[in-house]
Structures are given as structure tokens and as C-alpha cells.
């Protein structure tokens, strides 16, 4: 009997493995479809990124995002005070009210301190370019080799997939920087990696050089942990790792979708 007991277990948690296997190929396509999709949306971000000292900054910011054409409203509590505003229609700096109201680079040092992306990346698109690009890197492979669910997990109230992204290929590299790319910002975006990251390993600023040879990651994350939501596919949790442990974790916690914005909720308050 015990015997039978325990074939009968081994062939559940088979089964179960197949299933979420299974999954994978329709789950990935829906997650990538649902991204794209989310077009207006309210959220309260909660971040925490490891910094060249080894220690992790944290973030809090209640943001309000209309995706095309881009408009950011960020109320940020961490890890500084301020009110931002970015529309990419009308200026390609973000306007900060921070007792004093000015304009700045999105990617200027004062709106870096602390934190790993500029705001002009709230939103899901910079998460569904990162899995684009890391799925293209292993275009005729089965996703299901290096893309697991396992299992689910209830996060902020919701009942999620857990997905598990493996890279088994990341390493950091030797890169020549191209004619034209006079920037870690113009080879992070071409990339789809961290340009925090570019600039830790190279002890560098911004601003590089065509010729240049610098260090980078072959890929944005050595693993990519994701909570999936089951209602509307999207990814509310990210972690994100790298070869010295955990590198980001992003929450997107009371997320709306949907949400009617008009002019007044991009105005300082």
C-alpha cells in the first residue's frame, strides 16, 4: 500500500511539473500581450536596489502613467521627497517640485541619486523589453528550457504565477563601444541592460568613448524572478539577479488599470 501511495505521489508531482511546463509557451505570450496592453494605470511602487557599496537603496512612489504618448505623474516619498512630472510629447525633461520647481535630464545625477532607472520607465515597458530581448538572445530554444512556473503565490492580495527566468549564459563581458554611442544610457537602451550596472563595473560616468572597450553584462539579469497576475497576467513583483545575488526587487503594489486621466493628474499638487 505504501508502495502504491508513493507511486501515486511521484506521478501528482509529475504530472504537476508537466502541467506548468505545459504552460509556459501560453503564459510568456499573454504576459508580453498584456504589457503591451496596459495603456493607463495608477500604482504604489515600492523598490529596493543594491548600490556600488553594496547596499540596498529603497524607493517608495505613488505613480500615475499614461503609456502613449508617455505621461508620468510620480509622487515620490523615497528615497527623496519630490513631485515629478515627465511628458514626452511636450519635453524631454521631467519638471520637479521639490520646494523650488526646475526642469532636469531625465537621467541627470539628482534625479539618479539612489535609484537604478530613470522615471521616464514607470510603467511595464521596460520589463517587456528586458524579456523580449533576453527571449530573442535565445531565439530556436524551448522556453520552457530556461523559463519556469512554480507554482503560485498570493502577493499584495492577488493570486499570481511564480515565474523563475534562468540565464545560464550570463557572464560579464568585454564590449567596444560603437560609433555614435557616446553614452552607458545609448548602449543600456540598445542592449536592454542596466546601465547602473555598466557604470559600477567600468568605475565610469555616463559618458564613454567610440573605441572604447568596457565591461558589461551579456544580459540584464543571471536570474528573473516574476509574480504574475493571474486576473490581468501582468508582472507585479520582479526580482532581479545578478552574479554577486540579488541586484533589484520591484513591487507594483495597488495596481488600477483602465484608469480615466486627465490633465489635472498631472499637475503639481
Not at 505613480?63 to 508620468?72: E, L, R
Not at 551579456?218 to 552574479?243: G, V
Not at 541586484?247 to 499638487?269: C, H, M, P, R, W
Request: contains cysteine; glycine residues 6%; aromatic residues 10%.
Amino acid at each position: 500500500m505504501k508502495k502504491v501511495t508513493s507511486i501515486l505521489a511521484v506521478a501528482a508531482i509529475f504530472l504537476a511539473n508537466l502541467s506548468f511546463a505545459q504552460s509556459v509557451t501560453e503564459t510568456i505570450p499573454k504576459v508580453m500581450a498584456a504589457m503591451g496592453n496596459a495603456k493607463t494605470m495608477t500604482y504604489h511602487f515600492y523598490a529596493q536596489e543594491r548600490m556600488n557599496d553594496g547596499k540596498f537603496s529603497k524607493s517608495d512612489v505613488e505613480f500615475k502613467v499614461i503609456a502613449s504618448p508617455i505621461k508620468i505623474y510620480a509622487k515620490a516619498n523615497l528615497p527623496q521627497s519630490a513631485q515629478l512630472i515627465y511628458e514626452g510629447a511636450v519635453s524631454k525633461e521631467v519638471r520637479v517640485k521639490k520646494g523650488l520647481k526646475l526642469s532636469l535630464n531625465p537621467t541627470s545625477s539628482l534625479l539618479m541619486k539612489g535609484v537604478h532607472n530613470p522615471i521616464t520607465r514607470a510603467g511595464f515597458a521596460q520589463i517587456k523589453k528586458i524579456l523580449e530581448t533576453s527571449m530573442a538572445q535565445r531565439k530556436g530554444e524551448d522556453l520552457s528550457s530556461y523559463v519556469k512556473i512554480l507554482g503560485t503565490v498570493n502577493y499584495d492580495g492577488k493570486d499570481c504565477w511564480k515565474i523563475e527566468i534562468n540565464d545560464a549564459d550570463y557572464k560579464i563581458i568585454n564590449y567596444t563601444v560603437a560609433a555614435g554611442e557616446t553614452s552607458v544610457w545609448t548602449i543600456g537602451k540598445k542592449l536592454a541592460i542596466s546601465e547602473y550596472k555598466i557604470k559600477e563595473l567600468n568605475d565610469i560616468g555616463d559618458e564613454v568613448k567610440p573605441g572604447q572597450v568596457i565591461k558589461i553584462p551579456s544580459s540584464y539579469a543571471k536570474k528573473t524572478t516574476l509574480y504574475i497576475d493571474k486576473t490581468n497576467y501582468l508582472p507585479i513583483y520582479h526580482k532581479m539577479e545578478d552574479e554577486k545575488g540579488i541586484y533589484e526587487i520591484y513591487e507594483f503594489k495597488s495596481l488600477k488599470l483602465g484608469v480615466n486621466l486627465t490633465d489635472a493628474d498631472f499637475q503639481f499638487q
